[in-house]
């Protein structure tokens, strides 16, 4: 289990990283406008929206129930602006370079978005997109 952990773990930290040198993330989508999800295996009530850090990776998942959905990029502002932010308001979590048996860390859209920033803060010639919210309130912070 250890190493289905560390595995796990570094998934997510290469999802950061390519996610944030290719300035995108790579989701499922079917042709209604739907994206790939399924219910969190660690929190009731939660559903978990998968991303992958590359097109072939997203690609590799286009099979079973997800057969008719197709890789489709999401930019680094538009994660950062508006997919994080409104997933935290929803409860929903998300699934970073999950493997081809779906296993991989659920996690909450503030923390994915604080490692964004994160690494955006060691590397500035990068630079974080101007003109996005990056403050995401967690529901303890909501009055």
Known sequence: MLQDVATCQANYDR??????????????????GGWAQCPSSEFEDADVIVFWSEKAYAGRHAVNEWNEYFPTPISLMELMGTWL???????????????????GL????????????????HHPARG????????????????
């Not at 932010?85 to 296993?103: F, H, K, R, Y």
């Open 85 to 103: 932010q409104g997933m935290q308001q929803d409860g929903s979590l998300v699934g970073p370079n999950w493997d081809a048996n779906l296993c």
């Open 15 to 32: 999802f950061i990283e390519q996610v944030t040198r290719s300035r995108e993330a790579w989701g499922l989508r079917n042709p209604e």
């Open 128 to 143: 974080m997109p101007k003109g996005i919210d990056t403050t995401i309130e967690k529901e303890d912070d909501l009055p």
């Open 106 to 121: 659920e996690v909450e859209p503030a923390q994915l978005a604080q490692r964004l920033l994160d690494v955006e803060s």
